[in-house]
């Protein structure tokens, strides 16, 4: 929907004073909104297709942690990236701003949202010890690993419940 918004923005504001919206055409004038918009638009559409695969045909919890590693990476590229200046991460926003760089504003708004982001999907994704996280690799490639790859505590576990068994 805001990428529709984003798209009709100057029909929208040639709407709006005749409805007596005058506060929210002041808004959409603002020198950055438009550029603050195209990111979001991106944002939005890099949610999307997170949301799309975590609700993929047959999900299982390994594609959903690797699904939200790699979004969790891809947020700490673009956070780097947007730091320089760079915002070719964002299609919508690098075609608006058309080889004339970012303003010192907007980079400091995207990159505080991104840091905001980051934030907001550690506390709520966390990190797993590297001990767990090479125990979730394991399924996934079960027929990829070699008998040295496996940890020492699955090994174990394994030995004993083939002991409970015979």
């Known amino acids: ?89 964002f299609p919508t926003l690098t075609e608006l701003l058309q080889d004339k760089p970012a303003s010192g504003s907007l980079v400091e708004t995207i990159t505080e949202h991104l840091s905001y982001l980051i934030t907001k999907f550690g506390r709520y994704f966390l990190e797993l010890p590297s001990g767990k996280k090479k125990m979730l690799n394991i399924p996934q490639n079960s027929f990829q690993r070699t008998v040295e790859e496996i940890p020492k505590e699955l090994k174990e576990e394994f030995v004993e419940l083939v002991n409970i068994l015979h």
């Not at 550029?35 to 979001?40: I, P, Q, V």
């Not at 609700?55 to 969790?72: E, L, N, R, T």
Request: aromatic share 12%; with cysteine; hydrophobic share 45%.
């Open 1 to 89: 929907m805001l990428d529709k918004l984003f798209e009709l923005r100057s029909e929208v504001m040639k709407f709006l004073p005749s409805k007596g919206q005058h506060e929210l055409l002041a808004a959409m004038k603002a020198d950055n909104y438009a550029f603050e918009t195209a990111y979001l638009v991106d944002i939005f559409a890099s949610l999307n297709k997170l949301n799309l695969k975590l609700q993929g045909s047959h999900p299982h919890v390994f594609a959903f942690h690797d699904s939200i590693d790699a979004f969790k990476a891809k947020l700490v590229l673009w956070h780097t990236q947007t730091c320089t200046g760079n915002t070719v991460s």
